[in-house]
């Protein structure tokens, strides 16, 4: 594993960034362009209201807002307070915020138009607003939480994933280093605010002095405007799904100048050899929340045959291991080092259960155990499936039992299965709810809500008294 060694934290890059290129672009939305002067003013004088409305180290500012300069500005904001951020999507069924909200005891709401709620204090983006004292410069503390991103839960509850500075720090030097990112390079983000895909793209432009050019998540499942976006702003890197690479392919697009970055789902040979033909490089990257994004990478060759996640990051070690974490030739992968996250917010005994002490690493070190079955091969680790009911739909990771879940809370549903066939959510259900799919899209993400239906008179179980998943595929 390479030791970048001791890393300044976003909060203290940005700030050296913006001092040192106060006057080149650093943010690009739509028709509004900031300078990193102007950005970082901007961040100064939000995180002065933040602060006197009480975000300080220790506390957790959600901040529900579509993805614009303005929502930039607020997460480095929170970050300069020594507070952690927390993303919320408004375009979510207002349940499901109000959910997120309750579960990580927000102390503060960021919010533009009207709140989703008011358990919360608030704090609008939107409007005029006084002016109030600057904060004094003071770093955060490298082990202090950064950011929460919420996953899918296997209990029909999401939880929060804890990721420090140091953790954060770490990714970036460790793409920086493996990736490449100059004071010349465009950084396309096109990943919603609440998929923690956008971390990296979002931060690695703001610290290495290039710029940053924003895209509405639905914007960019628009193949030919995307592809002409990406023209007009000279974009030099992009991270997307294969799964948003094939709506880019599909429209014909081709990048020679494209450092092109891929993760999410399991990349498939066919669209890596089809991808790697028209971009200038191509990189697949593997990593779970909960070790700060990206811990693994391979850089894919013109001809790649077998597809591999290769080796880590700085800052990372990976391990694949059995039931007793003894080293095995496939098996779990296990991920250690700086990246791993703190844990589960308020979950101590499901963070224990994922977040095991680390038997190769330095005393106090965990291992976060991903659920992932891989194999070492020549070129690296080769990703072989889940271990669980934990799937990924278009870069998104959805437990299927919290989809099950939703599913048996509705009237007139006796007993549903949630599984996955290609890119498509599939529910079996037995009972009466012809309304089933509206009114699970009112407490779910859209991409939580089965595409199709399936009617069963009883689910199919296996001699052992479990689900027949087996049987039920075959109905598809």
């Given at each position: 594993m390479p030791v970048l060694g001791a890393l300044p934290t976003l909060v203290e890059s940005f700030g050296r960034q913006a001092a040192s290129t106060p006057d080149r672009i650093a943010l690009v939305a739509g028709d509004e362009r900031l300078t990193y002067a102007a950005l970082d003013e901007a961040v100064d004088?939000?995180?002065a209201r933040l602060a006197a409305a009480g975000a300080r180290p220790g506390t957790l500012v959600g901040i529900c807002a579509a993805k614009s300069a303005a929502c930039v500005t607020a997460m480095l904001?929170?970050?300069?307070t020594g507070a952690a951020y927390l993303p919320l999507d408004p375009a979510h069924p207002a349940a499901r915020v109000e959910l997120v909200l309750a579960d990580s005891r927000a102390d503060l709401l960021l919010t533009e138009g009207e709140p989703v709620t008011t358990a919360v204090p608030v704090l609008r983006l939107?409007?005029?607003?006084?002016?109030?004292a600057p904060l004094p410069a003071a770093p955060p503390d490298p082990s202090s939480p950064a950011y929460v991103i919420y996953t899918s839960g296997s209990t029909g509850t999401p939880k929060?994933?804890?990721?420090?500075?140091?953790a954060l720090a770490n990714l970036l030097a460790g793409m920086r280093e493996l990736v490449g990112s100059t004071a010349e390079d465009v950084w396309l983000s096109a990943a919603s605010l609440t998929f923690d895909m956008s971390v990296p793209e979002l931060y690695l432009p703001l610290v290495t002095g290039g710029r940053l050019v924003l895209v509405d998540p639905r914007t960019a499942l628009l193949g030919k405007r995307l592809a002409a976006l990406i023209e007009r702003e000279g974009v030099t890197h992009m991270?997307?799904?294969?799964?948003?690479?094939r709506v880019l392919l599909y429209a014909g697009f081709r990048g020679p100048r494209l450092t092109a970055l891929v993760g999410g789902e399991a990349l498939p040979a066919a669209l890596a050899g089809d991808l790697r033909s028209r971009v200038g490089r191509l990189v697949n990257m593997y990593g779970p929340t909960e070790a700060a994004v990206w811990a693994t990478s391979w850089e894919v060759p013109i001809e790649p045959g077998t597809v591999s996640i290769g080796d880590p990051?700085?800052?990372?070690?990976?391990?694949v291991v059995d039931d007793g974490l003894d080293e095995v030739g496939q098996g779990e992968l296990a991920i250690g080092g700086v990246c791993v996250a703190d844990g589960y917010l308020g979950r101590p005994a499901l963070t224990a259960d994922r977040f095991v002490p680390d038997p190769y690493g330095e005393p106090g070190s965990r291992l976060y155990l991903t659920g992932d079955v891989v194999r070492r091969t020549g070129a690296g680790l080769e990703y072989l499936r889940r271990a669980d009911t934990q799937v990924k739909l278009r870069g998104y990771r959805v437990e299927l039992g919290e989809v099950e879940a939703a599913m048996?809370?509705?009237?007139?549903?006796?007993?549903?299965?949630?599984?996955?066939?290609?890119?498509?959510?599939?529910?079996?259900?037995v009972g009466d709810c012809p309304d089933l799919r509206r009114r699970l899209a009112a407490i779910l993400p859209a991409y939580m809500v089965p595409t199709r239906v399936i009617p069963l008179d009883s689910v199919p179980l296996t001699p052992n008294g479990k689900i027949d998943r087996r049987a039920l595929e075959e109905k598809i």
């Open positions: 004088r939000l995180a904001a929170v970050l300069r939107d409007g005029e607003h006084p002016p109030a929060g994933v804890v990721v420090p500075h140091r991270q997307a799904t294969p799964s948003g690479w990051l700085p800052g990372a070690t990976v391990h048996d809370g509705l009237p007139g549903v006796r007993q549903s299965v949630a599984a996955v066939s290609g890119d498509a959510l599939v529910a079996f259900v």
